[in-house]
Nanobody
Framework: QVQLVESGGGLVQPGGSLRLSCTAS????????MGWYRQAPRQERELVAT????????NYADSVKGRFTISRDNAKNTVYLQMNSLKPEDTAVYYC????????????????WGQGTQVTVSS
């Protein structure tokens, strides 16, 4: 069992900044990747940013490139999303995701999700 706990959402004015955090706990052998997704009202969940553990490579949605930065603290099993120059269209519930290796023998991966944190960008 893997738990993801997010924090850092809230209300911010356009042009402002927020920093989201997500910490994984539970039955963790290693974490292959962590990332952030978001879902706005009446829209499908979409990828925001991901961080691959093996290569430390990152991937961003075109809509957030240059404004958002994803980072990892491996020792704390935590991923961060620094969001700058926020726009009203960034308003959504942001979900943390992690691909966690819960067992090496047999090899088993858990695709885990957090409960979501609301980000509202409005004046």
């Amino acid at each position: 069992q893997v738990q993801l706990v997010e924090s850092g959402g809230g209300l911010v004015q356009p042009g402002g900044s927020l920093r989201l955090s997500c910490t994984a706990s539970g039955s963790i052998f290693s974490i292959n990747a962590m990332g952030w997704y978001r879902q706005a009202p009446r829209q499908e969940r979409e990828l925001v940013a991901t961080f691959m553990s093996s290569t430390s490579s990152t991937n961003y949605a075109d809509s957030v490139k240059g404004r958002f930065t994803i980072s990892r603290d491996n020792a704390k099993n935590t991923v961060y999303l620094q969001m700058n120059s926020l726009k009203p269209e960034d308003t959504a519930v942001y979900y943390c995701n992690a691909l966690v290796v819960v067992s090496r023998t047999p090899y088993r991966i858990s695709n885990s999700w957090g409960q979501g944190t609301q980000v509202t960008v409005s004046s």
